[in-house]
């Protein structure tokens, strides 16, 4: 029944580590994001895919790489991780159409130490 | 340029009193498309509504309440007899036609006493 879900739900790892957060959406969205949600609440995108192709590439270092095998997926690897990578990171879904909704999934929490 | 603007970060009231989250947009485009979003102390992000510039008309839910008035360009949100349950973070977004992206207000934070 989950719409948009996400795994893990928390990641705690060491500095300097590899990572990935996995995100699958049922609603029969074309297109999908990836937020960055820090401490202030302040909630900034990273990227977008519609029907897997990148639409959406805001200023991240690219140790940030996003994937998507097919359109209800879109998983994103971080490689050496740092310490201020630590925040929750929310998958979301749309369909491409003007007025449609983004519907979120319910976050990672990662902690890099 | 798209922007949005919650200038509350926080507000706290007692349960049962009526409380407004104000949220002002900034756009050129004269098809749009506003939301508000919940985020509970759990943590997801949970859609409340959308409306589209076209639309002016209120809206009520319940105990929500929204008035959108373009010549403000304002979106603001009422909660009615607010519960401990409202306690949340709140965000204003916006997307414009023609992009992909939604911009997102800072949210305000909002906090109901027993």
């Known amino acids: 029944d989950t719409a948009v879900s996400q795994t893990p739900k928390y990641l705690v790892t060491q500095m300097g580590n590899d990572k990935s957060i996995k995100c699958e959406q049922n609603l029969g969205h074309d297109t999908m994001y990836w937020y960055k949600q820090d401490s202030k609440k302040f909630l900034k995108i990273m990227f977008s895919?519609?029907?897997?192709?990148?639409?959406i590439n805001e200023t991240v270092p690219n140790r940030f790489s996003p994937k998507s095998p097919d359109k209800a997926h879109l998983n994103l690897h971080i490689n050496s991780l740092e310490l201020g990578d630590s925040a929750v990171y929310f998958c979301?879904?749309?369909?491409?159409?003007?007025?449609?909704?983004?519907?979120f999934g319910p976050g990672t929490r990662l902690t890099v130490l | 340029a798209q922007k949005v603007t919650q200038a509350q970060t926080e507000i706290s009231v007692v349960e049962k009193e009526d409380v407004t989250l104000d949220c002002v947009y900034e756009?050129?485009?004269?098809?749009?498309?506003l939301f508000w979003y919940k985020q509970p102390p759990s943590g997801e992000l949970v859609f409340l509504i959308r409306r589209n510039s076209f639309d002016e008309q209120n809206e009520i839910s319940g105990r929500y309440s929204w008035n959108f008035q373009k010549s403000t360009s304002s979106f603001n949100f009422t909660i009615t007899a607010s519960q401990v349950v409202d306690s949340a973070v709140y965000f204003c977004a916006l997307k414009e036609t023609g992009t992909y992206k939604y911009i997102f207000g800072t949210g305000t934070r909002l906090k109901v006493l027993a």
């Open positions: 756009t050129r485009d004269t098809t749009y498309y």
């Open positions: 895919y519609n029907n897997k192709e990148l639409i």
């Open positions: 979301a879904s749309s369909q491409l159409r003007e007025a449609d909704t983004q519907y």
